[in-house]
């Protein structure tokens, strides 16, 4: 396994790598993906060039002849060699079966390891040829058409992704030597980002997004490393990078479709929103409302929902006032039959409140304690235990004590039924200790409550006893 960051080596000496006299061919390629619809970004589709020129049809065995390293031949003679490794690196065999190109195989990953060690190292200095040759190779490796996912497989829409075998791609030992090519040539420093941003371009990147959709979380891990290199890297990419993100984020909200890469993708977007200028733009809060917000309701939420807080959260610390729209949405997406996904709910809604200002948290305290009061009433005890441990929370205390004259009143209800019949002890403690903290708070609104409350329920008892009475006399006569 490779380590994703290494060190370059002391004491190397670059040596550029003459190229023979000719054109520099494009290094655009065409992704062949099997289960993904074509990318719009700002209503203009991307139009992908042809495939590439460079041979990658299997050779008949023993063609593949092993080469000399690149150290051991004159400077001269290294950049038809470089090319020839490119070449032989081409070259796509079937993982499948293991015994079937053995050699040829072994021989391609020798060529990829000294091609990485060529690139950390930085011992010998890439030309624009060589450079533009390395990207078409490795388009060439990593564009490829995925296997189709599980569900497009059974044709079942509502398969639990959790109970779905984990894909893992049989050609990744040679997959992953050419990502890590990719990844060298990207953070080095001898890259000079001119040159590289003519062959890492908004294509390339485009395709590097549309591999997200792999199962393989190996491949997953990788990708989500090199996009977060290029965004830092390539000025150029990052609005591109921003919508070509948000696109996926849509269709997956709107079209239902399964994206294994989302947890990835929220990840890179969490580091970006961290760099957000304040005060925010227009264009990033419409992201929050229209992409981020709405990524709360599909039902895999949970596989992806940690990222998808910290990414929310993220909004909310860089400007207090977006703390009503998030918490609007939430409730707004609030489940209703699903237990697992409420408890995921109320976790980032702490975490959203204790950024939450006073007079935003006035806008929604009415809705907000609403809701929380019917997790307190609920049958499930996680869920009853999430919403009342809102109070060991110093933040939410302040607040609600602050606004204890409109809370108090919504909630009363929800804590005294909670006492007298809730079927977990644990439950019943944790309401008793709330309940208490109100009386500490202010006594006499909570004996207010406490009379509203009592009057309430005789005036309920009364019509039930009107009812009995009217449906006796009903009998009564009948008989």
């Known amino acids: 396994m490779f380590k994703i ?13 003459e190229p ?5 061919p494009s290094s655009d390629v065409t992704v062949n993906h099997a289960s993904r619809s074509a990318m719009v970004i700002d209503q203009q589709p991307i139009v992908r060039p042809p495939l590439t020129t460079l041979s990658t049809s299997p050779p008949q065995p023993g063609v593949v002849e092993i080469l000399p390293m690149l150290k051991d031949v004159p400077v001269a003679d290294r950049h038809v060699l470089f090319l020839k490794k490119l070449q032989i690196c081409s070259y796509i065999f079937d993982f499948t079966d293991t015994l079937k190109n053995t050699m040829e195989k072994e021989i391609k990953k020798q060529n990829l390891l000294e091609l990485v060690e060529l690139v950390q190292s930085g011992s010998s200095k890439m030309n624009e040829i060589m450079q533009g040759e390395m990207i078409k190779m490795i388009s060439l490796n990593i564009f490829r058409c995925l ?14 992704p959790e109970e779905d075998d984990m894909f893992l791609d049989p050609s990744w030992p040679h997959l992953q030597v050419v990502y890590e090519l990719l990844l060298r040539y990207v953070v080095s420093s001898d890259t000079d ?37 290029v965004y830092g890297k390539f ?7 921003r919508k070509a993100i948000n696109n996926i984020f849509y269709r997956f909200i709107f079209e239902t479709e399964r994206h294994p890469g989302i947890s990835e993708l929220l990840e890179i977007l969490g580091s970006i929103i961290n760099g957000f200028a304040v005060p925010m733009k227009e264009e990033h809060k419409l992201f929050l409302s229209r992409a981020l917000i709405p990524l709360h309701k599909p039902k895999s939420v949970n596989l992806y929902h ?9 909004f909310v610390e860089k400007d207090y006032k977006l703390a009503d729209i998030v918490i609007k949405g939430l409730l707004k997406y609030w489940p209703v039959t699903n237990c697992g996904k409420e408890i995921l709910f109320l976790g980032e809604l702490e975490e959203v409140l204790d950024a939450t200002q006073p007079v935003e948290f006035q806008r929604v305290m009415l809705p907000l304690f609403r809701r929380i009061g019917r997790c307190i009433n609920s049958t499930h005890f996680q869920v009853a235990e999430r919403a009342l441990f809102l109070w060991n929370n110093e933040r939410v205390v302040t607040l609600i004590a602050q606004n204890r004259h409109m809370i108090l009143p919504i909630i009363f209800e929800s804590l005294e039924k909670n006492i007298q019949g809730h079927w977990n002890q644990s439950i019943n403690e944790l309401t008793t200790n709330v309940r208490r903290m109100f009386i500490e708070m202010d006594p006499d609104l909570f004996e207010e409550c406490q009379t509203r409350y009592m009057d309430k329920e005789a005036m309920v008892n009364e019509k039930v006893k009107q009812r009995e009475l009217t449906w006796k006399k009903l009998e009564s006569i009948a008989s």
């Open 20 to 24: 023979p006299p000719g054109p520099n």
């Open 306 to 314: 940690q990222q998808l807080s910290y990414c929310v959260t993220q």
């Open 5 to 17: 960051i290494k060190g370059k080596k002391k004491g190397s000496k670059q040596e550029a790598i």
């Open 235 to 241: 000025m150029v990419h990052r609005p591109f990078i």
């Open 147 to 160: 296997p189709p996912q599980a569900h497009e497989n059974t044709g079942t829409e509502n398969l639990d």
């Open 193 to 229: 980002t001119k040159v590289a941003k003519r062959y890492l371009n908004h294509s390339f990147v485009l395709n590097l997004l549309d591999l997200f959709d792999t199962e393989d979380p190996r491949e997953r891990e990788y990708l989500k490393t090199i996009l977060h290199r």
